[in-house]
């Protein structure tokens, strides 16, 4: 579906506005996720999240190219509609800085376990002064907590 259903501009305002509420929604939980350190819990929002902003997409294309699509609505239904985008954007926003958190919080630790490595890679095998053998990467361990 990449259509509301809905045939006139009060009903697509009004469908535009749930749409948009429960977009915020989900991604205000994603953020919350993102924040407790726990992005993998995220995958579950994904299918709705993806289908929704797909819709949300077009629908904002489709308003945009064609303004008759929500052309006389009442003022009271506009500042809804007006009020809805701003706290979107607003998830938008702190979705992505958790997101940028996270991507560096991540790179971070790949760095860290990368360096872990290759220092075992680079020290020598053996307990003498005429060692000259390189050490085997041991085993590197990661889990959930942080």
Do not use: W
Not at 45 to 60: D, I, N, S, V
Not at 102 to 123: F, I, M, P, S, Y
């Amino acid at each position: 579906m990449t259509q509301l259903a809905a045939n006139t501009p009060h009903e697509r305002a009004e469908a535009l506005i749930r749409l948009t509420g429960r977009l915020t929604e989900l991604l205000d939980q994603e953020t919350a996720l993102f924040e407790a350190r726990e992005p993998h819990k995220a995958v579950d929002l994904q299918p709705e999240k993806t289908r929704l902003a797909t819709l949300y997409r077009a629908e904002t294309q489709r308003a945009k190219a064609e303004p008759s699509r929500l052309a006389g609505l009442p003022q009271m239904l506009k500042a809804q509609l007006q009020d809805s985008t701003k706290a979107f954007e607003a998830a938008l926003q702190r979705n992505g800085a958790a997101v940028e958190a996270l991507k560096t919080l991540t790179e971070g630790l790949v760095k860290a376990l990368a360096d872990e490595a290759n220092r075992q890679a680079q020290a020598k095998a053996g307990y003498g002064p005429g060692t000259t053998g390189q050490a085997r990467v041991g085993a590197l361990a990661c889990n959930q907590t942080a």
